[in-house]
Every structure is written in C-alpha cells, then in structure tokens.
C-alpha cells in the first residue's frame, strides 16, 4: 500500500512570533502550532492529555516545553511527552518550512 502525505500550509513563517501559541483546525484536528527562540517550529496537539483538556496554545512556552494553562502540566515541544512527576503523551506532527510558508505534514 502507497501511503499518502499530506502537506498543508497553515501560516506564514515571518508572521509567527516567538514562543506564542496558534491554534489551527484541520478537518476535525485541533493542532497548536509554536515558534520556539531558537526559531523551529513545533505541532502538537492542541488538547492537553490530562483529564480536564486544558487548550495548550494557551499556554506558556519556555525553552522545549509548554506548559499547560489549566494545571501547568509541561508538555516537551519535541515528542510531546509529558514531564513527571505527571505522564501522558500528546500527539506531535511534522512540520516543514519552505519559502516563508510552514506546512503541517499528515
Ligand atoms: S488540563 Fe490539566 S494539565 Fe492541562
């Protein structure tokens, strides 16, 4: 079976401040997407995996991480592990950057 990837644009490179949350729907995903200092780009999903959901482009980005705005969970930008003493992973997505254009890949 040929698998098929996907590449959306969601927004445009230069227009994306550092360490701010965005939130971004695609079809029925909710994706936060975040420009780290060091100007990488990270997707996550945008739900945090506690069982309140808290909406982590809401939160509060330092250094790889986030930290969720309901219970300061800190969620790591790159794998989107949750840091103990709490557990739980989030999903992360693909992201690629070309010509000022940033591009989630499904
Ligand atoms: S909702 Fe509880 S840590 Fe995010």
Same mark, same amino acid.
Do not use: H
């Given at each position: 079976m040929i698998e @098929?990837?996907?590449r959306i644009p969601v927004a445009n490179y230069s227009n994306l401040k550092e360490r701010a949350g965005y939130s971004i729907?695609?079809?029925?995903? !909710?994706? %936060? /997407?975040?420009?780290q200092s060091n =100007?990488?780009?990270? %997707? /996550? !999903?945008n739900r945090s995996p506690h069982p309140k959901g808290g909406v982590l482009s809401e939160g509060l980005v330092s =250094? /790889?991480?986030?930290?969720c705005p309901l219970?300061?969970?800190k969620i790591s930008l790159a794998d989107g592990k949750v840091q103990a003493p709490d557990q739980g #992973?989030? #999903? @992360?997505? #693909?992201? !690629?950057?070309? $010509? $000022? &254009?940033?591009? &989630?890949?499904l």
């Open positions: @098929t990837i996907t729907k695609i079809a029925d995903k !909710e994706i %936060a /997407l975040f420009k =100007g990488k780009v990270y %997707a /996550l !999903e =250094g /790889l991480y986030v930290y219970y300061d969970w #992973q989030v #999903q @992360t997505f #693909q992201v !690629e950057i070309k $010509d $000022d &254009i940033v591009f &989630i890949v």
